[in-house]
C-alpha cells in the first residue's frame, strides 16, 4: 500500500500524494478506476479530452458508497482549450459533473494555456492549414483564469488550478486577479526535472502534480523504466523501477499520477518505497545535461502553431501564448 500521505493544497484541503492517471484508450478506464479505488487510491485525475469521464462515471457508481465515500476521494479534471471562454466553460464542466455523477469537482485545472476556437470540437481542424488546430488568439490566459475564479464561485468546484503553465504564465493570473492557483500540473521526471518551475510554485504556494512521472516513448526513444541507473537503485531496493520513479517525485514533495489500465501495475504503482538522498541524487544524476520533454504540441498531430514552452523546436512555431 502507499504510505497514506497528503499534502495540503493553499486552499487547505488535503491531495493524496499518490493519484491515478486516466488519459487511456477507449473502455479501458472503468475496470482500472474501479480496481484502484479497491486497492486503496483515492484520487483520480481526470480530463474532458481524455473522452472516459463516461466510463470513470460508471466505475465510481460501483464504489460509492459501498467502497469508500464521495467525501474520500479527491477527484481533479480539466479544462479543454476549446472551451477557454465563459460560455464554453460553464457548459463544460457542467457536462463533466455530468458524465461523472457528480454535483462537485475537489479540483478544476486549465489544461493547457492555448486556447483553441470554441464550437467546433475538442480539436477544431484550421480552415486553411491540413493538420492544425484552430487557434483562439484573442483570449487571453488572464481571460480564463477570471472564468475559472467564476467557476469555483458558483460552488461545483472546490479548488483551481493550472497545467502546464509556464513561470511568466502564472505570475500574470496572479497580478490580474490576487487568485493563486491551487496546483500546476506539469510533466516531471528525472529528464525533465523543472527546478525553476517548481521552486517558484514554492515560493508562490502553489502545489505541484507530476504528470508523466516514468518519462514518455512518443519520440521512440527507450522508457526511463529501462535506464541502467533506475533498474539499478530498483533491484537495490526490491522495488519495479516504477516505483522508484514515483518515490523520485514523492521525494521532491509532489504528488504523482502514473497512469496504467493494467491491474498488477496499478497495484504495484501504489506500493511505495522511499528513496535515500543518495539513491534520489543518483536518479537525478540521468537528466544532467540532457533534458527532454517529451510532451510538446507543437509536434503532434493535428499540430498547435504555438510556442508555449520555448523549447527549441517550438521556436517555429507563428504564435505565442495571448498572457492578457
Known amino acids: 500500500m502507499s504510505f497514506g500521505n497528503t499534502l495540503q493544497l493553499n486552499t487547505g484541503a488535503p491531495i493524496p500524494q499518490i493519484g491515478l492517471g486516466t488519459c487511456s484508450n477507449p473502455n479501458e478506464v472503468e475496470n482500472a478506476v474501479e480496481i484502484a479505488i479497491r486497492n486503496g487510491y483515492r484520487h483520480l485525475d481526470l480530463a474532458m479530452i481524455y473522452g472516459n469521464q463516461d466510463e470513470v462515471g460508471r466505475a465510481l457508481k460501483k464504489v460509492i458508497p459501498s467502497v469508500v465515500a464521495r467525501e474520500e476521494l479527491f477527484i481533479t479534471s480539466k479544462l479543454w482549450n476549446s472551451a477557454h471562454q465563459q460560455g464554453p466553460a460553464e457548459e463544460e464542466l457542467d457536462e463533466t459533473l455530468k458524465q461523472l455523477g457528480l454535483t462537485y469537482l475537489d479540483l478544476y485545472l486549465v489544461h493547457w494555456p492555448a486556447a483553441f476556437e470554441p464550437g467546433n470540437g475538442l480539436r477544431p481542424p484550421h480552415p486553411t492549414k491540413e493538420g492544425e488546430v484552430q487557434l483562439d488568439t484573442q483570449t487571453s490566459v488572464v481571460d480564463t483564469w477570471k472564468t475559472m475564479v467564476k467557476l469555483r464561485e458558483a460552488g461545483k468546484v472546490k479548488a483551481i488550478g493550472i497545467s502546464n503553465f509556464a513561470i511568466e504564465h502564472i505570475q500574470a493570473l496572479i497580478n490580474a486577479t490576487s487568485v493563486v492557483p491551487a496546483v500546476n500540473q506539469i510533466e516531471v521526471h528525472p529528464l525533465l526535472p523543472q527546478v525553476e518551475l517548481a521552486a517558484y510554485c514554492a515560493r508562490a504556494g502553489i502545489h505541484v502534480t507530476a ?43 509532489h504528488s504523482v499520477i502514473p497512469k496504467s489500465v493494467q491491474e498488477s501495475r496499478i497495484i504495484s504503482n501504489f506500493q511505495q518505497i522511499a528513496l535515500s538522498q543518495e539513491d534520489y541524487e543518483m536518479i537525478t544524476s540521468i537528466g544532467v545535461g540532457k533534458f527532454e520533454r517529451f510532451n510538446i504540441p507543437f509536434r503532434e498531430h493535428p499540430k498547435w502553431d504555438i510556442n508555449i514552452f520555448n523549447e527549441e523546436v517550438e521556436k517555429a512555431a507563428t504564435f505565442r501564448i495571448k498572457i492578457q
Open 211 to 253: 504528470y508523466s512521472p516514468l518519462g514518455n516513448n512518443i519520440l521512440g526513444k527507450p522508457m526511463l523504466t529501462e535506464n541502467a541507473v533506475v533498474k539499478e537503485v530498483a533491484k537495490k531496493l526490491n522495488a519495479t523501477p516504477a516505483q522508484v520513479l514515483i518515490a523520485w517525485n514523492v521525494h521532491r514533495g
